[in-house]
């Protein structure tokens, strides 16, 4: 027997660190673990001791014995990362910093702007490895805590939201700080930070989407992804958005795991999304949408399609949804191997090409080989054009989408793009690059000039690398700048702050009367989740700020 990583693996290796043989890859300190798109149980080298599970912080392994009709393709996905799979070279571990020595100041003082997964890691990580001797202060400018977990992570993927509660864990330390509804660049500035903490970790992720850059994109019914994923989970800033459903058919641009996300929020029935946490005004919005067929449509082949197996074995279970592939669309990569991760993505589309369209049943069409050229309509988007592209091959032997004469119109009345994301100044810190990340080295932040670190500045997750991996990606990304941060303390690189915990307190407490603590938070969620269970879901989101900050200006009071 084995144990098998299905759908919700969150990457974040908790899994490795207890595994007593060594059986589950790629580890942090192997090439490939920060692009995988999960990780994988060697079904050899398993001894089925159960370590794994009680580690795993979404319940993502199961023992094969255990496997469902649903996840029962995961057996063969595990075991296809190791046919014919060269040992890695480890990557060297890195120098760990002393934490038994911190400083001649005794205390380490550190600011984290944002509260997602990359800035919770850091946390995790700083409490760690310094224990008592380290004081940390969130600053989130959302009322809510958690930031991709809550306004990015589907509303149907339940079991991913449940790293929340790591987080929730180390945000409970007496040690730690939240001041949320308070937005850095706004309320405080870069200095107010500085001024009170010997560091300061940008962790604000990559919340701007990218452009397709064609002609009619800005038409009324064309949107991004962006804003429709924070639409349905509820973030405050779109919660009054309308989308036009009123159609029969969508088109969605991109072919990552959001592109599906997206496809089959469109395509859900009322019964699936009540199960969820999705936001009331998307359930509403959706109970009532006419939408019946969703194209995603990506501008290369299925193998070479970004969206990971999970997400799209995922499509095959939707209740009362079909996946149509037209066959010729259907090409292999062209090194001809059939064991690898990616010839397995072509083989389950091919699957899906050849399964027979069920009557009455809505659809979801994965398109390949096509990009928009414009969105089409008069005063609203009425369609969209496609070009044919066609595989060829560079110098270096890869793949790339090169397009023909051959065009395509497709009748839709909304488009959402899903093409990328790019992160945007923070506090006076710029960004640059093709990914418009913070410029750094190994997470310590650099002068605009390039010409050496800024002082006591630090980044971690999207900021820093780029939208690349998935929420547990980001536990050995934090781990790499936490690393570089304590040895600068170590070393005396940082400057002693003027002003100390209270001190800060008072200073938000002038700026931002209406800050939210974590016992606020807890007040919020505590009525969130009480809704739930009224209604027979997991939780009803709030999206009106000015209630949140009621619910726990209420809390604080009777506390």
């Not at 850091?122 to 930031?147: C, D, W």
């Not at 969206?307 to 079909?322: M, R, S």
């Not at 992160?423 to 050496?452: C, F, H, K, Q, Y």
């Not at 919020?524 to 809704?531: M, P, Y």
């Amino acid at each position: 027997m084995a144990h098998v990583v299905t759908q919700s693996c969150c990457n974040d290796a908790s899994c490795v660190a207890v595994c007593p043989v060594d059986c589950i890859h790629p580890t942090p300190n192997e090439p490939g673990y920060g692009s995988a798109e999960m990780l994988y149980i060697d079904p050899v080298g398993c001894i089925d001791c159960g370590a794994c599970i009680d580690a795993c912080p979404v319940d993502a392994i199961v023992p094969d014995y255990d496997l469902t009709p649903e996840t029962a393709r995961y057996e063969e996905i595990n075991a296809a990362f190791y046919a014919n799979r060269d040992q890695p070279v480890p990557v060297p571990e890195r120098p760990v910093a002393e934490a038994a020595r911190v400083s001649e100041r005794a205390l380490l003082r550190v600011a984290i702007v944002g509260s997602g997964p990359s800035g919770c890691y850091a946390a995790e990580n700083l409490l760690s490895r310094i224990g008592p001797a380290v004081e940390i202060s969130f600053f989130e400018k959302l009322a809510t805590p958690f930031g991709l977990i809550r306004f990015g992570v589907a509303p149907d993927h339940q079991g991913t939201k449940a790293v929340a509660s790591l987080f929730q864990k180390t945000a409970s330390r007496k040690n730690v700080d939240f001041y949320l509804n308070v937005e850095v660049g706004t309320h405080l500035t870069h200095d107010d930070l500085l001024a009170h903490h010997d560091a300061v970790i940008y962790a604000v992720g990559a919340p701007a989407d990218c452009s397709l850059g064609i002609p009619g994109e800005d038409l009324p019914g064309s949107h991004s992804a962006t804003e429709f994923v924070a639409w349905y989970n509820g973030h405050p800033d779109h919660a009054h958005r309308t989308f036009d459903l009123s159609g029969e058919r969508a088109v969605i641009i991109g072919n990552g795991n959001v592109a599906l996300d997206v496809a089959r929020v469109l395509v859900a029935g009322t019964a699936e999304l009540t199960k969820t946490d999705i936001a009331p005004h998307a359930l509403k919005a959706l109970s009532e949408s006419r939408i019946r067929e969703v194209l995603v449509v990506g501008r290369r082949g299925p193998a070479q399609a970004a969206y990971t197996n999970p997400e799209l074995l995922a499509l095959g279970h939707l209740p009362g949804v079909t996946v149509a592939v037209r066959p010729e669309e259907v090409v292999r990569e062209a090194d001809g191997r059939t064991d690898s991760i990616e010839a397995m993505k072509a083989r389950i589309v091919a699957e899906f090409a050849a399964a027979p369209h069920i009557p009455g049943y809505k659809r979801i069409a994965l398109r390949y080989l096509l990009s928009p050229v414009s969105v089409l309509g008069d005063g609203r988007v009425e369609g969209i054009r496609l070009v044919r592209n066609e595989l060829v091959q560079d110098a270096d032997g890869r793949s790339r989408a090169a397009p023909t004469s051959v065009v395509e119109d497709v009748d839709c009345g909304l488009v959402l793009r899903s093409v990328g994301y790019r992160g945007i100044p923070v506090a006076g810190i710029p960004v640059s690059g093709a990914r418009s990340t913070m410029l750094n080295v190994g997470g310590r932040v650099l002068e605009p000039d390039a010409s050496g670190p800024m002082s006591g500045v630090y980044t971690v997750g999207w900021i820093k690398r780029g939208p690349s991996g998935v929420i547990g990606t980001n536990k050995a990304c934090a781990a790499e700048t936490v690393d570089k941060l304590v040895d600068d303390f170590h070393s005396g690189r940082l400057a002693a702050p003027g002003g100390g915990r209270q001190d800060l307190r008072r200073l938000v407490a002038e700026r931002r009367p209406e800050r939210i603590d974590y016992d606020g938070w807890k007040a919020i969620d505590a009525h969130e989740r009480r809704l739930g269970r009224e209604s027979g879901r997991p939780r009803v989101k709030l999206v009106d700020t000015a209630s949140m900050i009621e619910i726990a200006s209420s809390a604080s009071i009777s506390g």
